[in-house]
């Protein structure tokens, strides 16, 4: 019988980050300015421990911040621990959440996470990405949060505020968000790791928005690569 010419199917290999559009000595500085802002960042997310912040961050998925605290310190004042969660039950835990974009499926994962930590980790939040990741509702992005707010680990969870400032100004750039992780995590000086994914989300969230964002009040718009910046207010009729 012939041998068969078919290779096996080559793995999937995760996708690479592609190289800074910035020097070093411009993203040392990026980081310095954006740490002078704010020399002290912090997730907005209400929490008191590893648990607390794990629900929260889970909630967050296509809600603000804002929505999830209200609705957390509803749910929190019954259930701040798995046990309790488990023993309110998904109909109980539905209805303090329901504030909350996807507050159904939501629930489930809650009710389901916590159930998972009793089990498999006497109650106590895990401290690695696998096995977090292997919790119910909780992805990546989730996963590194928690290690980094929680547990002081020095990683980048993107969202799509780091997502469109690491594109738009040539910081990481990257087709999706694990690459642009994995290019933060080559570009990103260590002594600004730790802190770097908050400072790029509240400049994502609050100056570098979306639609139109705040280019003369950034701190890092004559580093950024972003090649439509906005003009002050009245520039146009000062020029005309």
């Known amino acids: 019988m012939a041998k068969s010419t078919l290779t096996p199917t080559a793995k999937k290999k995760p996708p690479r980050g592609r190289a800074s559009r910035l ?34 961050v889970v909630l967050s998925a296509q809600a603000t911040d804002a929505g999830v605290n209200k609705a957390t310190r509803i749910l929190f004042a019954d259930a701040p621990t798995p046990q309790k969660m488990v023993a309110l039950g998904e109909a109980a835990v539905r209805e303090r959440i329901k504030t909350i974009g996807l507050f159904r499926n939501k629930a ?10 009793l089990a498999e980790h006497g109650g106590e939040v895990p401290r690695s990405r696998e096995a977090l990741q292997a919790l119910p509702g909780v992805g990546r ?11 002081g680990e020095k990683t980048m969870a993107v969202d799509t505020h780091i997502f ?17 992780e994995l290019a933060l995590e ?24 979306a639609r139109k964002p705040k280019c003369p009040e950034c701190v890092i718009a004559d580093i950024c690569r972003y ?13 005309g």
């Open 141 to 151: 992005k989730t996963a590194n949060v928690v290690l980094n707010v929680a547990f």
């Open 186 to 209: 080559k570009v990103v000086p260590d002594a600004f790791a730790l802190h770097a994914h908050h400072w790029l989300i509240l400049h994502g969230r609050y100056v570098c928005v």
């Open 164 to 180: 469109r400032i690491a594109n738009r100004t040539g910081l990481a750039p990257g087709k999706d968000p694990l690459a642009v």
């Open 23 to 56: 020097s070093k000595a411009e993203i040392e500085t990026l980081f310095q300015r954006l740490r002078e802002a704010r020399p002290a960042p912090e997730t907005e997310l209400e929490y008191t421990d590893p648990y607390t912040l794990l629900v929260a």
């Open 108 to 117: 489930k994962n809650v009710v389901a996470l916590s159930e998972r930590l």
């Open 227 to 239: 090649g439509d910046k906005t003009e002050p207010a009245g520039a146009v009729l000062a020029k």
